[in-house]
């Protein structure tokens, strides 16, 4: 069993940073793999970006490659989200998700979810 936490959303102008955390209790971090996700009013949730068990390649979806980097630190059982550039079309509520095998894409490959964190991007 995973709990998962979100913070560090928040109100930022375009062109602003954010950082998002994951922090993870209640079982072994680093047996599971990372992913972000997130979901607009109206929309689907949305892949953002995944990282495997002990980090190494991760994997971003088109929209925010080159603006946004996934990391983990494994002995703070910590997930980031660093945003850049942001976007107004970035605005969604931001969740975390924990994944027992490595299927980055798919919702239905994670077991355990947060709460979710809202990011608004004003223009």
């Known amino acids: 069993q995973v709990q998962l936490v979100e913070s560090g959303g928040g109100l930022v102008q375009a062109g602003g940073s954010l950082r998002l955390s994951c922090t993870a209790s209640?079982?072994?971090?680093?047996?599971?793999?990372m992913g972000w996700f997130r979901q607009a009013p109206g929309k689907k949730r949305e892949f953002v970006a995944a990282?495997?068990?002990?980090?190494?390649?991760?994997y971003y979806a088109d929209s925010v490659k080159g603006r946004f980097t996934i990391s983990r630190d494994n002995a703070k059982k910590t997930l980031y989200l660093q945003m850049n550039s942001l976007k107004p079309e970035d605005t969604a509520v931001y969740y975390c998700?924990?994944?027992?095998?490595?299927?980055?894409?798919?919702?239905?490959?994670?077991?355990?979810w947060g709460q979710g964190t809202q990011v608004t991007v004003s223009s």
């Open positions: 998700a924990a994944a027992s095998r490595w299927a980055p894409v798919a919702t239905t490959a994670y077991d355990y």
């Open positions: 209640g079982s072994t971090f680093n047996r599971y793999a």
């Open positions: 990282i495997p068990w002990i980090g190494g390649s991760t």
